[in-house]
């Protein structure tokens, strides 16, 4: 017999947590939903951190829920400033490092990423920080303040944002990147060489093709023999998944925690959500870590339905977007390894890149054209073929391809 559902433990408190909790009264539930977050604030999104809280030294953090008690008017219990250390996945019980214990009947995941560490900067003598949460973004923007000379290690999306905002208030920034463009990862070369050449036009230096190996008090030394002077190094050389208490009920980490489209993880009734989670993904053709704003809240939305029922599978393509000067970047679905059509003229800052693998739309990214990322998003969700031909045209409507994907689908319903 299907075990009554009268205790919802929710992991982490952030993005994906809290929109998990919003939903599961949205949907109607009516039991207790008790939320862990080991920082000591109400659940917050992190795009502001590397964007608006850097503008200037007393910029506001925005809550994800305004006014911060919020949780109290949705009957949820919230526990900040204490980490969930360990689960008794027979006896359903998560216990806190401050000596708490909550039973549960659904537990749901929602640890996102913690930074990966530099140990080439470990215990050295140089100030070294990342940028994960908004104490993190406090002492980042006293930097920029203080106009220090800032060495960023890792030319990623979150490095960026770094040093755009220190470029913009006047510090001296180096980025340092291992591999021998930006955005590497992520990104096709065309966009690479266009963020840098803006960053440059800002200031910002640029070391390629070399890794740190150590500092001294006032400098960063490099592989290829290079000293960079630094007042602060920020480190940005991505994430790893927060699976300690995954880890203590036996669920392999490594890579995130494995979930299907349901968000199921291999225990039963624990589930996992957001930055965490490793899902199937069609676009790259593998599970992978989405780790954006959309994933968090879409993803553990779906999730937070199937933990009390539902049976929706969850197989939204990946979206992103970086904010760098005057650029506004959206990536979605996977942009690495296709053939790439342009649309608008790529010398512009105003165009937008489609990624196909054979007939199959993988990708699409655009530089300040978020119309049209909205028909591509569309588009890649609902695995459309639109022609070739027809995307090669500089003329074609975008729209067309939705109506025709939007006409098929109601096809198929019929
Ligand atoms: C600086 C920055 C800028 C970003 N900008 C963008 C952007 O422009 N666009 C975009 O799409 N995405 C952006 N992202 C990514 C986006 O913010 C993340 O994908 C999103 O925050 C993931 O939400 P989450 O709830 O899964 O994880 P998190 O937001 O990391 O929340 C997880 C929470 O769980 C806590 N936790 C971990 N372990 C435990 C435990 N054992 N017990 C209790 N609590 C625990 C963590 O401390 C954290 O508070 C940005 C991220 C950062 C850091």
């Not at 266009?194 to 960053?199: E, F, N, R, S, T």
Request: hydrophobic letters at 40%; one cysteine or more.
């Amino acid at each position: 017999m299907a075990r009554t559902i009268e205790n919802i433990v929710i992991a982490g408190a952030g993005q994906a947590g809290a929109r998990a909790a919003e939903a599961l009264r949205a949907r109607g539930f009516k039991g207790a939903i008790t939320m862990i977050g080991d920082e000591p604030h109400p659940p917050y999104e992190r795009p502001q951190l590397s964007k608006a809280m850097l503008q200037s030294p007393d910029a506001p953090l925005a809550y994800i829920k305004q006014p911060r008690d919020w949780n109290e008017t949705l009957g949820v219990r919230l526990e900040t400033g204490t980490a969930a250390v360990d689960c008794d996945a027979d006896r359903r019980i998560v216990s806190t490092a401050d000596g708490g214990s909550f039973p549960f009947d659904r537990l749901l995941l929602a640890t996102g990423t913690r930074p990966r560490r530099l140990a080439a900067l470990d215990g050295g003598p140089l100030n070294v920080q990342y940028l994960r949460n908004v104490e993190d973004a406090i002492r980042f923007r006293r930097h920029i303040a203080a106009r220090s000379r800032i060495v960023i290690v890792g030319g990623g999306v979150i490095g960026l944002e770094a040093a755009c905002a220190a470029a913009k208030g006047g510090c001296h920034v180096t980025v340092i990147e291992s591999e021998a463009r930006l955005l590497a990862r992520a990104f096709p070369a065309l966009i690479s060489d266009l963020v840098a050449d803006k960053h440059r036009n800002h200031g910002v230096e640029f070391v390629f093709g070399a890794t740190v190996t150590g500092s001294t008090s006032q400098s960063v030394q490099l592989s290829n023999g290079k000293d960079i002077p630094a007042d602060l190094v920020l480190v940005g050389i991505g994430v790893v998944p927060s699976g300690d208490l995954a880890g203590r009920l036996g669920l392999p980490t490594a890579d995130g925690i494995a979930v299907d489209a349901c968000g199921r993880t291999a225990a039963s009734d624990i589930f996992c959500a957001g930055d965490a989670a490793l899902q199937w993904s069609r676009c790259h053709g593998r599970p992978i870590r989405v780790e954006t704003w959309a994933n968090a809240q879409n993803q553990a939305i779906a999730v937070a339905a199937n933990m009390i029922g539902g049976t929706s599978e969850y197989n939204d393509p990946p979206w992103f977007w970086t904010d760098q000067y005057d650029l506004n970047i959206q990536v979605a679905g996977d942009m690495r390894e296709a053939d790439y059509i342009a649309r608008g003229d790529p010398t512009s800052e105003k165009f937008s890149v489609i990624a196909m693998r054979g007939t199959e739309m993988v990708g699409a990214l655009t530089v300040n054209a978020a119309k049209d990322m909205a028909m591509l998003r569309r588009i890649i969700a609902a695995n459309a073929k639109p022609q070739r031909g027809d995307l090669e045209s500089p003329g074609y409507d975008l729209r067309a391809a939705v109506e025709i994907t939007m006409k098929a689908g109601e096809g198929d319903r019929q």
